[in-house]
Antibody
Framework: QLQLQESGPGLVKPSETLSLTCTVS??????????WGWVRQPPGKGLEWIAN???????YDNPSLRSRVTISVDTSKNQFFLSLSSVTAADTAVYYC???????????WGQGTLVTVSS | EIVLTQSPGTLSLSPGERASFSCRAS???????VAWYQQKPGQAPRLLIY???SRAAGIPDRFSGSGSGTDFTLTITRLEPDDFAVYYC?????????FGGGTKVELK
């Protein structure tokens, strides 16, 4: 059964860069029919899509975050990554890594990791 | 960007009752690419319905989706104790992918 696991610092200072890793296990990240992506959820609030990437490097992202987001993939490590620069308290959220279908539905979600932006 | 509005915000019901809630899109969703997710406290969302009415693997048939264009509905025919949760709709017919604000189904 494919599994996704987020990892990264739980605390980031304002103006710094948030960096997260998603490790894919029990399956290959090099799946032609899927994209890998990130969704976040501020405490007590709803879901916000950040960006998706295909193992080939094709990607698409949310224009509201585009200027600050970098998404990448390392097929040799079966991992993909998120960087979000110039963070503020508004970026405090649970960040989920997600297996998306080619069309864009979220088929499988990691357990999520809370990232708090605070000095 | 397609904005999704879910209603009601909260639904108070008892086990065995029928639950039905709405997801309205600000413009027509391409190919009726609407998904529904269930989220329990402290857990990740779980895919229930995709393509407006197709159930995901392992989802019981008391969950059903309907609708097209801009109006979509999730129905739970007989609520079980495990169904009390927050439900989100998502459209994936166009980028950016967007989610509704959620409907909380709580125990009456």
């Amino acid at each position: 059964q494919l599994q996704l696991q987020e990892s990264g610092p739980g605390l980031v200072k304002p103006s710094e860069t948030l960096s997260l890793t998603c490790t894919v296990s029990s399956g290959s990240i090099s799946r032609d029919t899927n994209y890998w992506g990130w969704v976040r959820q501020p405490p007590g609030k709803g879901l916000e899509w950040i960006a998706n990437i295909h193992y080939s490097g094709r990607m698409y992202d949310n224009p509201s975050l585009r200027s600050r987001v970098t998404i990448s993939v390392d097929t040799s490590k079966n991992q993909f990554f998120l960087s979000l620069s110039s963070v503020t308290a508004a970026d405090t959220a649970v960040y989920y890594c997600v297996l998306f279908s080619r069309e864009g539905r979220g088929d499988l979600w990691g357990q999520g990791t809370l990232v708090t932006v605070s000095s | 960007e397609i904005v999704l509005t879910q209603s009601p915000g909260t639904l108070s019901l008892s086990p065995g009752e029928r639950a039905s809630f709405s997801c309205r899109a600000s413009q027509s969703v391409g190919a009726n690419y609407v998904a529904w997710y269930q989220q329990k406290p402290g857990q990740a969302p779980r895919l229930l319905i995709y393509g407006a009415f197709s159930r995901a693997a392992g989802i019981p048939d008391r969950f059903s989706g309907s609708g097209s264009g801009t109006d979509f509905t999730l129905t739970i025919t007989r609520l079980e104790p495990d169904d009390f949760a927050v439900y989100y709709c998502q459209q994936y017919g166009s980028s950016p992918l967007t989610f509704g604000g959620g409907t909380k189904v709580e125990l009456k």
